[in-house]
């Protein structure tokens, strides 16, 4: 009968049922699904965009206006563990004072947002009351925030930290209360109807089907993070990949700010990346 | 042991000042072992009626009693099977099977050994480790049997299972749950709008109308057991279609001026 036909048909015969793989495993097979010509594809971008700035270079013939690819890549590899500016610290130290910052504003700004927006999605009267307050907050660029949180802070490390939380958490907000409106009410439904508790339903049901929305808020806000983080070290820091190019800029080091931003790059490509494979990890076949 | 009593229950919605009353004094007794089947138009509150003796919405008057006990929420004594199979996509369909085993704290590897068997009964062998997205839609509603099964439900209700299968596949499943009936007498309350798969499937057909909501007639399907889907083009069965078919269509349409009544079709 056609409906017996599954798209992926049973690799063993009916009636025999493997083991379940282990869970090693599964995360191996998971790695082996890549889609190769995707990241063949997405390669062939990345090369063409190369040659292409490295045509416009020579063209050019300014190393000011327009370093070389190899130029930079020069630069950003002598001064991984050469201190730039000379009093300062290397890219690698600054690469890393960024980063920390992201990770700890980014994980209380998510954690809060998380529970904010799980509140209002669970409880109206908060919802009614803080959803107004969101709507108002969040079209504000996190960097109008700046010069208050100097005010109010300094130049420690505290506003930045604050700033990129203040940044990420109308971002989870919106997407938890998202994610758990989508979920339908007939999964909790159907779990309390095999004798799940509320509580039970809500956690491993309600809140579960919501998660992998919810890491796909995680990546936006993450993208805000950075935004955050490389405004604010332009404006009051003395060090962070964004000082670094401030003051690479100042000096007229151009291989350096391109240094800067491919570092950013690649930083927040390899968190995404996290994420990403988090998300798959919570949501099994997509 | 199980015996659905429902006794002048009502149900009334407020829209503002609007109020809808959705069902007034319904009663119906379903008897321990037996498949009824509540039919109407959309609007009818047949799935009101269904999601009340479920526990998820509440009575404004009269009572829901199984085995005698008032319903006052959800419970794993009345298993629930949607519209759509609502299988947690997480989940293998193994482990959406042991869910409720889980969910309950009786989780054991007996409970395992269970669930497999039930997925071999639904015909799901072999396919115990599969994530539901690589299922065909006969199938998710397959598991999604196996899971309420587990759970051993004294009563099975159904929200119109089929309704969003091809012809074909609903055709397979009507069969499937009239093999899985006969091998135990379950009792079930299923909700349909669909007069050929009520007759097929049930012992007695509460017909419903609406405005406001009630059980207009019930009649009985006295069809030989164990049935099949050839039945379905024998002139006793096509008697009895016709039966229930007039009487549903003696309800008001949805919609329809007050007085006004079908009476072409037949």
């Given at each position: 009968m056609g409906e017996e036909q599954a798209q992926t048909p049973a690799?063993?015969?009916?009636?025999?049922a493997l083991d379940e793989p282990r869970f090693g495993t599964r995360l191996l097979r998971r790695f082996a699904a890549v889609d190769w010509s995707r990241i063949g594809m997405g390669t062939l971008g990345i090369v063409a965009l190369v040659i292409a700035w490295w045509l416009v270079a020579l063209i050019i013939g300014d190393s000011v206006f327009l370093p070389t690819p190899a130029a930079t890549v020069g630069t950003l590899v002598h001064y991984l563990t050469h201190p730039y500016p000379s009093q300062g610290d290397t890219l690698i130290g600054n690469t890393l004072i960024s980063l920390a910052r992201i990770v700890v504003g980014f994980t209380w700004g998510a954690l809060a947002g998380i529970a904010l927006g799980a509140l209002m999605a669970g409880v109206r009267p908060i919802r009614l009351i803080v959803d107004p307050l969101i709507e108002l907050g969040?079209?504000?660029?996190?960097?109008?925030?700046i010069p208050l949180l100097i005010v109010w802070f300094?130049?420690?490390e505290a506003p930045k930290i604050i700033l990129i939380g203040v940044g990420v958490i109308p971002v989870m907000v919106v997407s938890v209360v998202a994610a758990l409106d989508a979920v339908p009410e007939e999964y909790v439904e159907a779990a309390l109807s095999l004798g799940a508790t509320r509580r039970y339903a809500l956690l491993h049901v309600r809140i579960r089907a919501a998660l992998p929305a919810m890491i796909t808020g995680l990546r936006l806000a993450m993208g805000m993070s950075w935004t955050s983080i490389v405004a604010v070290e332009m404006i009051a820091?003395?060090?962070?990949l964004g000082y670094v190019i401030l003051e690479a800029s100042n000096y007229l080091v151009t291989p350096m700010i391109f240094s800067g931003i491919l570092l950013i790059a690649v930083v927040a490509l390899v968190l995404d990346g996290l994420l990403r494979l988090l998300r798959r990890l919570v949501a099994p076949m997509g | 042991m199980a015996d659905v009593e429902l006794k002048r229950v009502s149900k009334r919605y407020v829209h503002g000042r609007r109020t809808t009353e959705?069902?007034?004094?319904v009663s119906l007794h379903v008897r321990d072992g037996e498949f009824v089947s509540l039919l109407g138009?959309?609007?009818?509150?047949k799935t009101t009626l269904l999601r009340i003796v479920g526990g998820f919405v509440n009575a404004d008057g009269g009572e829901v009693l199984v085995d005698g006990a008032p319903v006052s929420q959800p419970g794993s004594d009345r298993g629930m099977l949607f519209?759509?199979?609502?299988?947690?996509?997480?989940?293998?369909v193994l482990d959406n099977t042991l869910f409720g085993p889980r969910a309950t704290g009786r989780n054991s590897p007996a409970a395992r050994a269970r669930a497999m068997e039930l997925l071999q009964i639904v015909g799901l062998g072999g396919f115990?480790?599969?994530?539901?997205?690589?299922?065909s839609g006969g199938m998710m509603h397959r598991a999604a049997f196996a899971r309420a099964m587990m759970a051993e439900p004294k009563i099975l209700l159904m929200?119109?299972?089929?309704?969003?299968?091809?012809a074909l596949t609903r055709a397979g499943m009507q069969q499937f749950l009239l093999d899985l009936w006969n091998r135990r007498r379950f009792t079930v309350v299923l909700v349909t709008h669909d007069v050929e798969e009520a007759v097929l499937l049930s012992d007695r057909v509460a017909v419903m109308a609406a405005?406001?909501?009630?059980?207009?007639e019930t009649i009985p399907?006295?069809?030989?057991?164990?049935?099949?889907?050839?039945?379905?083009?024998?002139p006793e069965f096509v008697q009895l279609k016709r039966r229930v078919r007039q009487s549903v269509e003696q309800t008001p349409a949805r919609g329809?001026?007050?007085?006004m009544q079908l009476t072409a079709g037949g």
């Open positions: 690799a063993t015969p009916p009636g025999i969040r079209p504000l660029p996190p960097l109008a925030f300094g130049i420690g820091a003395t060090a962070g | 959705t069902l007034r004094d138009r959309s609007g009818c509150g519209q759509h199979p609502m299988l947690f996509p997480w989940l293998t115990e480790f599969h994530y539901p997205k690589q299922l929200d119109e299972p089929f309704g969003a299968l091809d405005g406001p909501g009630q059980i207009v399907i006295e069809l030989p057991r164990p049935r099949t889907y050839e039945m379905s083009e024998t329809a001026m007050v007085g």
